[in-house]
């Protein structure tokens, strides 16, 4: 297998189309580096998976250009010739094919020899565990263990850049969790850039090593996980990410935000600490184990807001009574109440 890892380069890509009245992808500007693993994360219809399939050559940009490897390839270039593999939601295995046979497709269609065939589909097999199922067909697998094949299919072609499209939907959230492992641990070791396409922000801030937050055709935030979640550019981004989701009060003419998180009883802080001080009451209380989530509303703002505690803050906290919550400085978030772009402070 080659050492070759491709970034990838977009520049103003847009796609409309025909019928539509605005774009499905407007003007995406990209910069993936080699080895990456990228992350487009939004809402549904965001033009998340078309701009995958239009690095992919399954959709052709309106306008705009897309480089892989340094090479131009947003024309007629087809996806055989992009040096790409592509993963689906739905693994696109064929009913009739073994496992073998499944993986080894791509290498007998480029006419690669029966002993190479065998030795990069056993080593692709190995490398993902499923070496004992060649013989199985896909009906005879799991959901986990058809993902494996669709990804070692993927990955005998020997491709300088993977794209998967929400490879793990499919999965229950017991299967989820291992099959990100997995991923994470496939990607260190084969050193591919890897461009995956998902909703789900717990996928997105666990595999990516940056994450594109895209909504209605535009990108709205590039960051680090870190990044995204904790420092976002404006109330989209700000309450996408988070579960629950980010706070936002109006008070006096000001649009305050505050992770759930770091909204907590008054007597948890330290006598030092520089706190935002709000008079909250409470109309409900969930146990959820781990974490307590406290619902309420603050004083002078309409909105509900969500405390999440959790186990080590013991405080009791009753249904239907008013305390004081606050919230440190450091962690306040200040945005636009007509835009709702941030503001620094």
């Known amino acids: 297998m080659s050492e070759t890892a491709a970034g990838v380069e977009i520049g103003q890509l847009r796609k409309r189309f025909t019928g539509a009245d605005h774009d499905a992808v407007d ?176 996928e997105a801030m666990g595999l990516g090593d940056r994450i594109v937050v895209m909504d209605r055709g535009k990108v709205r935030q590039v960051g680090t996980p870190h990044e995204v979640y904790e420092d976002p550019v404006d109330t989209f981004v700000a309450t996408f990410l988070g579960q629950p989701p980010m706070n936002l009060v109006e008070l006096q003419g000001a649009l305050l935000g505050f992770r759930p998180e770091h909204f907590l009883p008054v007597a948890h802080f330290g006598a030092n600490e520089a706190l935002r001080t709000f008079p909250l009451s409470v109309r409900r209380v969930e146990y959820l184990g781990s974490d307590r989530y406290v619902y309420g509303s603050v004083a002078g703002a309409g909105a509900t807001v969500i405390a999440k505690l959790p186990a080590t803050v013991a405080t009791e906290i009753a249904e239907e009574s008013d305390m004081e919550f606050a919230v440190p400085e450091r962690a306040l978030c200040y945005f636009d109440t007509a835009t709702g772009a941030r503001q620094r402070q």
């Open 27 to 202: 003007g995406v500007d990209l910069s993936i580096r080699g080895g990456e693993r990228l992350v487009l994360l939004g809402p549904s219809g965001c033009g998340k998976t078309t701009l995958l399939r239009m690095i992919a050559g399954l959709e052709h940009p309106t306008s705009g250009e897309i480089y892989i490897g340094g090479t131009r390839v947003d024309g007629d270039v087809p996806p055989r010739a992009r040096g790409i593999a592509m993963v689906f939601q739905s693994y696109a295995l064929y009913p009739h094919r073994t496992v073998f046979g499944n993986i080894a497709f791509p290498l007998e269609a480029a006419g690669q020899p029966r002993a190479t065939i065998a030795q990069k589909v056993r080593w692709a097999a190995d490398m993902f565990g499923i070496t004992r199922y060649l013989d199985r067909y896909p009906r005879q697998l799991s959901g986990g263990e058809r993902q494996r094949v669709a990804l070692c299919r993927a990955l005998v072609r020997d491709p300088q850049v993977f794209l998967l499209d929400e490879p793990l939907a499919n999965l229950d959230a017991k299967l989820r969790n291992m099959a990100r492992d997995e991923l994470k641990r496939f990607q260190r070791q084969v050193k591919r850039t890897v461009v995956y396409v998902t909703h789900d922000q717990v």
